[in-house]
């Protein structure tokens, strides 16, 4: 399964999606969605501001919340740290 990844061209997908809105080439301006059936996550660029990440299993997101915390926009961090508060 990793040899078929890495044969994927996510750089270039991920930087077409980023240049859509821009006007800048190469573009993709179709909705583009990765899915990992092993980690049960789903991504998806929606344009060179962000993405959005989804998994059925919030505790299949946690170490990315950990990881990323930083690139959590202000509007949503107090959802996100509400969602993985420890209790």
Known sequence: MADE?????YKEILEGIS?????REPSIGQSVYFISKEKEILFHMYD???CIIHSKDK??????????????V???REY???????V
């Open 59 to 72: 505790e299949k997101l946690r170490d990315l919340y950990v990881k990323f915390n930083e690139w959590i």
């Open 5 to 9: 990844v890495a044969s994927l061209p």
């Open 48 to 50: 060179d501001r962000g």
């Open 19 to 23: 240049h859509y809105e821009q006007g």
């Open 80 to 86: 996100f740290d509400s969602v993985f508060k420890e």
């Open 74 to 76: 202000n509007y949503y």
